[in-house]
Nanobody, 119 residues
Framework: VQLQASGGGLVQAGGSLGLSCAAS????????MSWYRQAPGKQRDLVAA???????NYEDSVKGRFTISRDLAKNTVYLQMSSLKPDDTATYYC??????????????WGQGTQVTVSS
């Protein structure tokens, strides 16, 4: 299973940016899809997650500014970010909790995409 993230880049504070992450490979279904971020010298933290049924949750600092969504048919998760702040600067990683054809559950990670917000 591979996760291919795209989007990201450099944006001024107050601006908007969108990320996407598509899953491919051999699996039965995808449960939760998530976005994490990691700033230099800090741990990787959950930003937002969305279940297959559509329920989503967000880290407190991004509530009202970020929106996570997914396209079940395309096995893709999106993160729309608005009102960006310099503190949002980080490498963003997508993650998927996947049910393999064997019935086993496994988490997979995308390669990371850089988001830089200038002040």
């Amino acid at each position: 299973v591979q996760l291919q993230a795209s989007g990201g880049g450099l944006v001024q504070a107050g601006g908007s940016l969108g990320l996407s992450c598509a899953a491919s490979g051999s699996f039965s279904r995808i449960n939760t899809m998530s976005w994490y971020r990691q700033a230099p010298g800090k741990q990787r933290d959950l930003v937002a997650a969305v279940l297959s049924g559509g329920f989503s949750n967000y880290e407190d600092s991004v509530k009202g500014r970020f929106t996570i969504s997914r396209d079940l048919a395309k096995n893709t998760v999106y993160l729309q970010m608005s009102s960006l702040k310099p503190d949002d600067t980080a490498t963003y990683y997508c993650s998927a909790n996947v049910v393999l054809p064997t019935g086993a559950f496994q988490n997979f990670w995308g390669q990371g995409t850089q988001v830089t917000v200038s002040s």
